[in-house]
């Protein structure tokens, strides 16, 4: 068992929760699910009350010491949540936490999630993570170990799989977890409890995926934004509601403002940190030339927006700012050309 599943399976048991967890790791479906879990399992606990940090650049990190000494509105226990992307506090950021681990307060939890991680960024702070609480290193999966997660995965889903067909979405999925798990939902509904082999696997994720989301975001990356349209209007028509389109593209984008800040000669070395291989590669190569880390900042802060709008917050139709969103960045110099 993974130590993510492993992780899931305590705390769905636990009885009380530790002052602090740290969940950290570069597979960004791993970190999610793991947050996740703990969520769930501190709602059941009655932790009624949760408040979000970001960390990013100027963040005042007073504002988790005050977050410990505020009262809570209701009395009640409260889930307290520090996203730390770099896994880099600084200096500032290490004491702070270290403080709060110090104090071990008995009404909140603080959970800090880190989606870039090494051995180089631990230290005194996770040192007393762990010391009053969780420490949750989640690895990249080897390549060995794809074909049990995914028969897990599976299984997990009522999905039967034989060997062969576990292999052969090992191999379509390219190591891509995320990816991987989408499918595996997707053959939840088209095999109907049905044990599926290799061929019939081939046959249910084509059909299903003519003109998925991974297509539709790899064709603007790759540069073809008429595809990406296309694919978009496809899927747009087959009922596909606007918010489920965006997770993927979101995380693609994340990936590419990261690798837009570092020096070319970095970009290629970084690629199979943010997971991408394969076809993704030459389209992330494509997409890199073409925009410099403003546009992908731009780019970035546009799909919030969309995503805003798929969840029903705003008036315009989400469906045609996705559109000119994949058309942006299928075409640097559209985002020039067209308005908001």
Request: charged content about 30%; proline content about 3%.
């Amino acid at each position: 068992m993974s130590a993510a599943a492993q992780f899931a399976s305590r705390i769905a048991k636990a009885a009380e929760l530790k002052p602090v967890y740290l969940i950290a790791g570069e597979e960004h479906l791993l970190v999610i699910e793991a947050a996740d879990a703990l969520r769930a399992r501190a709602r059941e606990l009655g932790y009624s009350e949760r408040e979000v940090h970001d960390v990013e650049s100027g963040f005042d990190w007073n504002d988790l010491a005050r977050s410990g000494a505020a009262m809570s509105l209701f009395a009640s226990q409260r889930l307290i949540e520090l996203r730390l992307p770099t896994g880099k506090p600084g200096t500032e950021g290490s004491e702070a936490i270290q403080e709060w681990c110090e104090r071990a307060l008995s009404d909140c939890v603080l959970l800090i999630t880190c989606t870039q991680w090494s051995k180089k960024q631990e230290g005194k702070w996770t040192q007393a993570v762990e010391r009053a609480g969780v420490f949750l290193p989640l690895w990249p999966l080897k390549r060995d170990e794809l074909p049990g997660w995914v028969q897990s995965r599976a299984a997990s889903r009522a999905v039967q799989l034989t060997p062969d067909a576990v292999d052969a979405l090992v191999r379509r999925t390219e190591g891509n977890l995320l990816a991987c798990a989408q499918e595996i939902d997707k053959l939840a509904l088209l095999a109907d409890g049905r044990r599926v082999g290799e061929a019939e696997l081939e046959d249910l994720v084509a059909d299903s995926a003519r003109f998925d989301v991974f297509g539709m975001v790899e064709a603007a990356f790759a540069g073809d934004g008429a595809r990406a349209r296309r694919m978009l209007s496809s899927l747009r028509a087959e009922g596909e509601a606007p918010a489920t389109l965006m997770a993927w593209l979101l995380s693609n984008l994340q990936a590419a403002a990261r690798l837009s800040q570092l020096p070319r000669a970095q970009q290629s070395s970084a690629f199979r940190t943010e997971g991408i291989w394969g076809t993704r590669d030459a389209a992330f190569r494509k997409a890199l030339a073409r925009g410099d880390a403003r546009f992908w900042e731009l780019r970035l802060a546009e799909a919030a927006r969309v995503d805003r709008l798929a969840k029903g917050r705003g008036v315009d139709d989400p469906f045609v700012a996705l559109e000119r969103l994949l058309l942006r960045i299928s075409d640097a110099r559209a985002g020039k050309r067209m308005v908001a």
